[in-house]
Nanobody, 114 residues
Framework: VQLVESGGGMVQAGGSLRLSCAAS????????MGWYRQAPGKQRELVAT???????NYADSVKGRFTISRDNAKNTVYLQMNSLTPEDTAVYYC?????????WGQGTQVTVSS
């Protein structure tokens, strides 16, 4: 499956962005879909995941600000990001977690200015 992220860009602190991840095939078969991010000079980190039937979990740093959702009919996963801070600046990657394989998108840049 191919994953294509969109929706990144530049925003001022306190602003919002909505990322989308469109899959070339069904996402229902994956155990979980997720968003990760990697800031310059840092390791890739988990932002949020959503399981097949909708349960989700978040990194402590984004709880209460970010919301992950999925539309199985559209094979798309979303990440609504509110109250953005400069610390959220990173490349955001979509992930599809299968039984034995992980798929990744190419990433979308999010830049938050102070």
């Amino acid at each position: 499956v191919q994953l294509v992220e969109s929706g990144g860009g530049m925003v001022q602190a306190g602003g919002s962005l909505r990322l989308s991840c469109a899959a070339s095939g069904s996402i229902f078969g994956f155990n979980a879909m997720g968003w990760y991010r990697q800031a310059p000079g840092k390791q890739r980190e988990l932002v949020a995941t959503i399981r097949r039937y909708g349960s989700s979990n978040y990194a402590d740093s984004v709880k209460g600000r970010f919301t992950i959702s999925r539309d199985n009919a559209k094979n798309t996963v979303y990440l609504q990001m509110n109250s953005l801070t400069p610390e959220d600046t990173a490349v955001y990657y979509c992930n599809a977690h299968g039984v034995s394989t992980d798929y990744w998108g190419q990433g979308t840049q999010v830049t938050v200015s102070s």
